[in-house]
């Protein structure tokens, strides 16, 4: 159920790096200028509703070395139950290394309610050598990998899922402009559907934060909440 769509739960867009060039020139709504840039000690932390009520937590964080080398560590917690006894749990732990703009290393690690994958991935000359339990292979350099923090995901056709190393085939849908509600005010926001295996619509502020992501999974309605502005 999760592992698509966190085709997921994005690249950088740090000013001059190889993500802000992947962003969009015009258009109504759409990041034109001063896009906004993950910093040392900046960290995206959303609650995670099912059907409305908390199902657990989605984190992004990032810290930036003194050479300018980014890394982005994204933790999920998900879980859900009867009473005292877990139905359903899925944990997935994932870093990015980022060099001037390039994705240079990927690992991460997936319980997805007992079912358990992995990805290491390491740039090698002009692509990336792939070693995933759905994936063992070279993958272009330059693919974004399937965490949305990034907006120039969407403008991707392609993602490296962060739980097994798959080369995720995507679709990305503009859906024009919503208002979103952040920390219980409302935020102008661009809409995009990206249709794969499961369909995730997300949402991004006009500096290219991501603010919202919905889904739906076994007919049940997952919704993220951004906790704070960052």
Do not use: C
Not at 58 to 75: I, M, N, Q, Y
Not at 150 to 167: C, I
């Amino acid at each position: 159920m999760i592992r698509h769509a966190f085709t997921t739960v994005a690249l950088s867009l740090l000013l001059g790096p190889a993500w802000a060039d992947n962003i969009p020139a015009s258009g109504p709504g759409l990041v034109t200028e001063n896009p906004w840039q993950p910093q040392d000690g900046d960290r995206i932390a959303f609650d995670v509703l099912r059907k409305g009520k908390p199902f657990g937590t989605h984190t992004v964080s990032f810290t930036v070395a003194p050479d300018g080398t980014l890394k982005a560590t994204t933790d999920v917690r998900l879980k859900a139950g009867l009473g005292p006894i877990t139905v359903f749990h899925y944990e997935l732990d994932a870093t990015e290394t980022w060099k001037d703009g390039t994705l240079v290393a990927l690992k991460g690690a997936v319980d997805d309610n007992g079912k358990d994958g992995s990805v290491s991935a390491v740039r090698a000359g002009d692509e990336l050598e792939v070693n995933g339990t759905e994936y063992t292979g070279e993958a272009p350099l330059g693919i974004l990998p399937s965490s949305h923090w990034n907006f120039a995901q969407t403008q991707a056709k392609e993602l490296l899922s962060t739980e097994d190393g798959e080369l995720l085939k995507v679709k990305v849908i503009d859906k024009g402009m919503d208002t979103v509600t952040v920390a219980g005010k409302p935020v102008d926001a661009h809409h995009y559907l990206m249709d794969s295996a499961i369909d995730v619509d997300l949402w991004y502020d006009d500096q290219g934060r991501w603010v919202k992501l919905s889904f739906v999974a076994r007919d049940q309605q997952i919704d993220y909440v951004l906790t704070q502005p960052y």
